[in-house]
């Protein structure tokens, strides 16, 4: 009797979808089991602040996950810049094995809220989660770690090559990158897939491609004098005629271009114009003085190295056509690569899309990269073969005050992640 009550249950607790096997069903129980022990462990470091600048949060954050990834079994390691750097490092947790797809999974420890923000703690609403970094991308590391913990309880990752970077700096990353992200670059050596756990829009898409960012500096001078001179021919425009120039004939020509973007987001102009490390500007100027100097700082987006290169040659060409008695010149800074998108990714959506409808909840598409932000992803997305970004829960409000993290998906995602994982290292 107890044995017929046995197999009733078991036959109504996974439902028998035809493409899902066993060991699926029961990775998605385990997933369903565990929900909520995952989100109290969210909440737990969400309220461990780990701007960016606060290296010590960060560390922290990235201590109580250690003990939880070493608890499957990955072995720990904390690979850190140079102190001159003022960034906190990247924890990475590594398996070694000879079966399947060797997978490297990326997520990030730190946010954009220092620590003096008033946006510290965790809170539920409902469906929602919120609280700093609840969906960027602390839900997006607690997704991928209890995917992780639903196939090591069926002993699926026995034998398996798995490398997970929490990376400390994602949101402010350590200059030049060249250095800070050294040791993610070495670890995606060998690998066959690079998954990212960085959040979404929408519960149905995710990028297989990415724009690259680099930022930019703008400084035009003109002749200091009395306002009632300017246009004169031996005095010219100023500094801030040619410097909105600059930017005017760089919007009229640069948003011509599909998914090129050039933004921005700093300027000042006067007698005097600074801008500091931290964007931060300073100046003085009077209503009736001419300008000596302006100056405008930004980003630029781009889909390709190619693309990157003509929006840098345009801006080249712009600032060398100056007003009468000015002159400006430009000074590009790296910041991410571009992810773009290959057959390869293409077919690991096909993939991901695949394990969705298996399970039944909706397709998977690809988001357009203009909709799609920079991620660590972007450094190692031409040392993978395939790449597949924002596996993470969707969220909304990120990088603010009204960040929230939609439970549901989080659910569903962490299903869809350790199906994915299961499949490509069985």
């Not at 899309?353 to 690809?366: E, F, R, W």
């Amino acid at each position: 009797m107890k044995a017929i009550i046995y197999i009733v249950l078991f036959y109504f607790t996974f439902p028998l979808w035809a493409n899902v096997s066993n060991e699926e069903q029961k990775l998605i129980a385990t997933i369903d089991q565990n929900t909520e022990q995952a989100l109290s462990l969210l909440e737990k470091i969400v309220n461990i602040n780990s701007g960016t600048d606060n290296i010590q949060g960060v560390f922290d954050v990235g201590e109580v996950l250690k003990a939880e990834f070493e608890a499957l079994g990955f072995k720990s390691e904390w690979k850190n810049p140079p102190e001159d750097m003022h960034r906190a490092g990247t924890l990475f947790l590594t398996r070694q094995g000879n079966q399947g797809k060797k997978l490297l999974l990326i997520a990030h420890l730190d946010t954009v809220f220092p620590k003096n923000s008033l946006f510290q703690t965790f809170s539920r609403e409902g469906n929602l989660a919120k609280g700093p970094g609840v969906s960027d991308d602390k839900g997006g590391i607690v997704l991928l770690l209890y995917a992780l913990k639903a196939l090591n309880a069926q002993g699926l990752l026995d034998n398996t090559t798995i490398t997970v970077a929490l990376v400390g700096d994602e949101e402010n990353s350590g200059k030049p990158t060249s250095i800070s992200r050294a040791a993610l670059k070495e670890a995606a050596n060998g690998m066959d897939i690079t998954l990212d756990f960085e959040p979404n829009g929408d519960a149905n898409s995710v990028a297989i491609a990415r724009r690259g960012t680099a930022q930019w500096e703008i400084v035009s001078q003109g002749i200091e004098e009395h306002s009632s001179l300017i246009f004169k021919p031996h005095i010219g425009f100023g500094a801030i005629f040619e410097l909105t120039r600059v930017l005017n004939e760089a919007r009229e020509q640069l948003s011509t271009q599909q998914y090129a973007t050039f933004n921005p987001g700093v300027i000042i102009g006067g007698t005097e114009g600074q801008i500091d490390k931290t964007h931060h500007a300073s100046g003085y100027g009077k209503t009736n003085v001419i300008a000596q100097t302006a100056r405008a700082q930004g980003d630029m987006r781009f889909i390709s190295d190619e693309q990157k290169q003509w929006i840098q040659n345009t801006m080249l060409t712009i600032v060398a056509q100056s007003l009468v008695k000015t002159s400006s010149t430009i000074t590009f800074v790296e910041g991410m690569p571009p992810m773009p998108e290959t057959a390869e990714n293409k077919k690991l959506l096909d993939l991901y899309s695949k394990v969705s409808t298996d399970l039944g909840y909706p397709p998977v598409s690809a988001i357009a990269p203009d909709f799609s932000g920079g991620a660590d992803i972007s450094y190692v997305a031409n040392i993978t073969p395939a790449n597949l970004s924002r596996l993470g829960p969707v969220g909304s409000g990120h990088h603010s005050v009204n960040e929230s993290m939609d439970i549901k998906s989080f659910n569903i995602n962490t299903k869809r992640a350790a199906v994915l994982i299961y499949r490509l290292i069985k």
